[in-house]
């Protein structure tokens, strides 16, 4: 069965950071890039940051370039997504997303994390 589950989502302060985590299992962790996306209230899904395979490039979406690392462990099947200088506009759901590096049908989502950002 597959499973993407996210954590480390909460309510913090602007200025604030965060470590989200999404552990996978079910499926080849390492053979599919990951991603990080987030949606806020009336808003459409968005990318936030982007890792491939090993040895893994990494893209950002470019509200987040500067303001976030996207980093995972493959041993661990393990994505990060660590954020810093929060700002209210970051507020929205984080979801995890899995997508094979080659059969690019084959994509799984995690269920998202919360995160909002107010003082």
């Known amino acids: 069965q597959v499973r993407l589950v996210e954590s480390g989502g909460g309510l913090l302060q602007p200025g604030g950071s965060l470590n989200l985590s999404c552990a996978a299992s079910g499926f080849t962790f390492s053979r599919y890039d990951m991603s990080w996306y987030r949606q806020a209230p009336g808003k459409e899904r968005e990318l936030v940051a982007g890792?491939?395979?090993?040895?893994?490039?990494?893209n950002y979406a470019d509200s987040m370039k500067g303001r976030s690392t996207i980093s995972r462990d493959n041993a661990k099947s393990t994505v990060y997504l660590q954020m810093n200088s929060l700002k209210p506009e970051d507020t929205a759901v984080y979801y995890c997303?899995?997508?094979?590096?080659?059969?690019?049908?084959?994509?799984?989502w995690g269920q998202g994390t919360q995160v909002t950002v107010s003082s």
């Open positions: 997303k899995a997508q094979h590096t080659t059969l690019r049908t084959l994509v799984y």
């Open positions: 890792i491939t395979i090993t040895p893994g490039r990494m």
